[in-house]
């Protein structure tokens, strides 16, 4: 599969330590489900209406504060910046469903990987929910440096369990 890549694109990903032939953006709609945005949940979970069905939305590979954790409000703030209201795209990895029956998914908005742009913030961290890793590489590289950086919620220590595992 060929990937059309700017050039910025490249290089960001060349310096977020990825190689832009494995983990790049397709930037193209390869599949999977379209919706709007109905109610943002919290910072990794939405609820999307997908042909008049309702359905709820949890972020693959990324984790956010959980409503009594440090710094939740802000993730969903965040969260909610980007996505309230707006038609989005989901892309699935292996896993369709977690044992909460939630769609498991990647989400854009345009050509924002909004799982992405929460770890770029700083409001969500890079976890490996297994088999689903596509992005996992990317995540992790781009997570250290939002900490290095101090952004968004990672001043307040809420993602310093010493895993990125689930």
Do not use: K, M
């Given at each position: 599969m060929l990937f059309r890549l700017s050039l910025l694109t490249v290089i960001g990903l060349i310096f977020a330590g990825c190689d832009p032939l494995v983990d790049a953006p397709s930037g193209q709609f390869t599949g999977g489900e379209t919706g709007r945005v109905t109610r943002v949940i919290d910072g990794d979970t939405i609820d999307v209406n997908i042909n008049g069905t309702v359905?709820?939305?949890?972020?693959v590979g990324v984790n956010t504060p959980e409503r009594d954790e440090p710094c939740y409000?802000?993730?969903?703030?965040a969260n909610a910046s980007m996505v309230e209201g707006q038609?989005?795209?989901?892309?699935?990895?292996?896993?369709?469903?977690?044992?909460?029956?939630?769609?498991?998914?990647?989400v854009y908005v345009g050509d924002t990987l909004v799982n992405r742009e929460l770890i770029v913030q700083g409001y969500g961290e890079a976890?490996?929910?297994?088999?689903?890793?596509?992005?996992?590489?990317?995540?992790?590289?781009?997570?250290?440096?939002?900490?290095n950086a101090s952004r968004g919620c990672h001043?307040?220590?809420?993602f310093d369990d010493g895993t990125d595992t689930r």
């Open positions: 359905e709820r939305i949890r972020y409000s802000e993730a969903s703030a038609t989005v795209r989901l892309e699935r990895d292996q896993t369709n469903r977690d044992r909460f029956d939630r769609l498991l998914r990647y976890v490996l929910y297994q088999p689903d890793n596509r992005h996992f590489t990317e995540f992790s590289n781009l997570e250290r440096q939002s900490a001043p307040t220590g809420i």
